[in-house]
């Protein structure tokens, strides 16, 4: 009925009308009349031996109906068996009149024709919804049969282009073919002969790709599947459309879990392309232009997704650090999300030895852990988060540092510290031995070399390089978790040039940075006491060394002009870090400090005060908990002020943030606000040249910390800036 209510009038198909046993205006055609008409006169021709008419009349009756009978259901392309069975009950009630007419029946003759007529016209009726059935059940089979020849002639195409590229004899295709929700292509199920593999089939993709006439940015890849698949059993992938073109906007920001497969881009079927980085370091090989910075920015933001990961970058061109670090040295915003980036040599010393410090700590003093919850691997949790080491272009690090970054490959597994490592060739100039041996994660981008690619996975062969049409395309296997064999993928896109200006991708991508300070700040993870503790100042001091490595000029003097007030204010309230040569042992010079204070990015927490800023903590918590009981609410700008009254000196605004977070002060989209400025504090308190502020003598305002139940979402709607 659906279907012919969806219909224009008088363009319905006979099988598009209801099936109906009655009389009404629907269920009445033309043959159907003429069935019933014939049964009618068959009704009529009973009586004939009480009228006495000739028995030949009752012949042409039957006649006539049979022939009315044959002919409809042949007009509606019914099977022959349903032909014969509406001729024969028809003939069936001619013989018996032509009898009953010309023996002059008795009232036995009438009952059987009585019987035989009902019968006959039972199955007449039958017929008609019979008829119908059978021929739906006729097209299916015509189309199952089409099917069948058209899935036979797949078949046989398959076994023969495996024969003639490949030289495969006996390879058999499934005759369900996987369609890809994507819309880009297939799977295809291929059983070879039991004595080969996938093996047999490396090194022929761009041959099937061109055979099967595929665009550039296409192509075909394989697959062995699970471990419960055959291995004579494989799955090619074909990818009909260039899926490699164009760009992919990086999608939501959403915190995840190292324990989880961090994302990285889309593979042609429109699953997507992750690698388990908590149980693999992974190797990236790309030319210049291929795409490799914008890569590992796209797998960073994996990695700074993790509640329970923190990110070391060896990156002595700082391009890939850049962006995650610049939202809080620039604009003030969360806090760095790579925890540490090493951009000079020393500094990846540094880095070297404060990780095999932590490997040898972590498994001493995590040792009862491991045995108490019988593991043998340290788990990944944000109170021990994993350690994950980054290293921009291996080949720029130092002897020492490579061989440093063995051993950290080598020794640091069990404790979740890994290593990744990028460059732009597969040799052993980029790629020592252990990398190679023991990273099993591999991402190939475009290579100015096929045979580049051929050292990236050995044993599997080059990939067809027809797929690198755009930068960011990569192909990628890993050894722990799949896929492994090398499949191609797109990486996400992460720059707003990559999409038409002042489109929604294009605006997103342009503050994508900045969005993850802001969002991700507060997930961070800190690195737990006993890592730390191991770290010691290379560590505790890396924020004061690094920031003029980033921010300073090429002599490494760095001045208020290129960092966040509130940045500056933090770096000038630390002391001088320890020297490289005390931190690496290179100096015998005894009077050199060993050990010094730590200084840490604060986040909307008390920040590290000395013994005489402790002993006035306790003075300035009792006037906050005293200000509590006022009954008008204080300003944000009448707390500031109060505090810096209570310092009892000239103060930088970095002593008194933390006492305004401890008060309720939560900006948190800033680690450190400039105080005076953004509360308007210039008319309030006196600045000196030195950067300080001092309350003016007089009266302190008066008034109570506003609470919960004053403002429900917070202090931070106030009025700011």
């Not at 899935?151 to 073919?177: M, N, R």
């Amino acid at each position: 009925m659906a279907k012919t209510a969806e219909l224009p009038a008088g363009l319905e198909t006979w099988s598009d009308k209801p099936k109906r046993w009655d009389f009404s205006r629907d269920a009445v055609t033309p043959g159907r009349l003429t069935a019933w008409g014939a049964e009618l006169a068959c009704a009529s021709a009973l009586v004939a031996p009480l009228a006495d008419i000739p028995w030949q009349t009752g012949t042409a009756a039957g006649l006539l109906c049979t022939g009315a009978a044959v002919l409809y259901e042949k007009a509606r392309g019914s099977w022959r068996r349903v032909m014969v069975a509406r001729a024969s009950s028809w003939l069936a009630t001619t013989g018996w009149l032509s009898y009953a007419l010309a023996t002059r029946p008795t009232l036995t003759t009438m009952a059987v024709g009585v019987t035989v007529w009902g019968a006959g016209a039972a199955v007449n009726i039958g017929m008609d919804k019979w008829g119908e059935a059978t021929r739906e059940a006729e097209a299916e089979l015509d189309r199952r049969l089409a099917e069948g020849e058209q899935i036979s002639k797949a078949q046989q195409g398959w076994s023969k282009l495996l024969y003639d590229i490949c030289g495969i004899e006996g390879a058999v295709a499934d005759p369900i073919v996987d369609k890809w929700p994507s819309g880009a292509g297939e799977t295809v199920k291929i059983t070879l002969p039991a004595h080969m593999n996938i093996d047999s089939l490396r090194g022929y993709e761009a041959e099937l790709a061109g055979a099967l006439h595929l665009p550039k940015g296409g192509g075909v890849s394989f697959s062995a599947g699970g471990s419960d698949v055959p291995r004579n059993i494989v799955f090619i992938a074909i990818a009909r459309k260039n899926m490699m073109a164009g760009a992919i906007a990086y999608p939501k920001l959403t915190p995840t879990s190292i324990n989880k497969p961090v994302p990285f881009g889309v593979v042609g079927n429109g699953d997507t392309a992750a690698l388990n980085l908590k149980d693999e370091g992974f190797i990236a090989i790309g030319a210049q232009g291929s795409g490799k910075t914008a890569l590992m920015k796209t797998i960073g933001l994996g990695l700074v997704r993790c509640i329970d990961a923190i990110v070391w970058d060896m990156d002595t061109s700082a391009k890939m650090s850049a962006v995650f670090i610049n939202p809080y040295l620039r604009h003030g915003i969360g806090v760095p999300l790579i925890d540490w980036p090493a951009t000079t040599e020393d500094e990846c010393r540094l880095m070297v030895k404060a990780a095999r410090d932590i490997i040898a700590a972590r498994k001493t003093e995590y040792a009862d852990l491991l045995e108490d919850e019988d593991i043998d691997n340290l788990p990944a949790r944000p109170e021990i988060p994993a350690i994950h080491i980054r290293i921009d272009e291996t080949k720029s690090m130092p002897d020492d540092v490579l061989e440093g970054i063995d051993f950290i490959i080598e020794e640091g597994r069990s404790v979740n510290v890994r290593v990744s490592n990028t460059g732009l060739r597969a040799t052993r100039d980029y790629i020592t031995a252990a990398m190679d041996e023991l990273t099993p994660g591999r991402i190939g981008l475009r290579t100015n070399n096929a045979s580049e690619l051929d050292m990236l996975f050995p044993g599997f062969g080059a990939p067809d390089m027809a797929l690198f049409t755009d930068p960011g395309t990569v192909v990628y296997m890993s050894g722990t978790k799949g896929p492994y064999q090398p499949a191609p993928a797109k990486a996400y896109a992460n720059m707003a040039e990559a999409f038409p200006r002042n489109s929604s991708d294009y605006k997103r991508m342009q503050t994508l940075f900045m969005d993850a300070a802001r969002q991700l700040s507060p997930i961070r993870p800190e690195l737990d006491e006993v890592s730390a503790r191991a770290a010691g100042l290379a560590y505790g001091q890396r924020w004061a060394r690094c920031i003029p490595n980033l921010r300073g000029d090429a002599h490494g003097h760095v001045g208020p002009d290129r960092m966040h007030e509130s940045v500056w204010e933090l770096y000038r309230s630390w002391p001088a870090p320890a020297p490289y040569d005390v931190l690496l042992g290179r100096t015998l010079d005894d009077d050199a400090p060993s050990q010094g204070p730590t200084m840490q990015i604060p986040r909307l927490t008390e920040a590290i005060l000395d013994d005489d800023a402790l002993e006035r903590a306790a003075a300035q918590d009792a006037a906050i908990e005293l200000a509590k009981t006022q009954v008008a609410p204080k300003t944000n700008d009448q707390l500031a002020v109060e505090l810096f009254a209570s310092i009892g000196r000239p103060a930088r605004p970095s002593e008194v943030y933390p006492l305004m977070v401890k008060a309720g002060y939560t900006l948190s989209d800033r680690t450190f606000r400039d105080l005076c400025t953004k509360l308007a504090l210039h008319d309030k308190l006196l600045k000196g040249d030195d950067g300080t502020y001092a309350a003016p003598s007089g009266e302190v305002p008066s008034g109570r910390v506003p609470g919960s139940e004053d403002d429900p979402d917070g202090r931070s709607n106030g009025t700011h800036g």
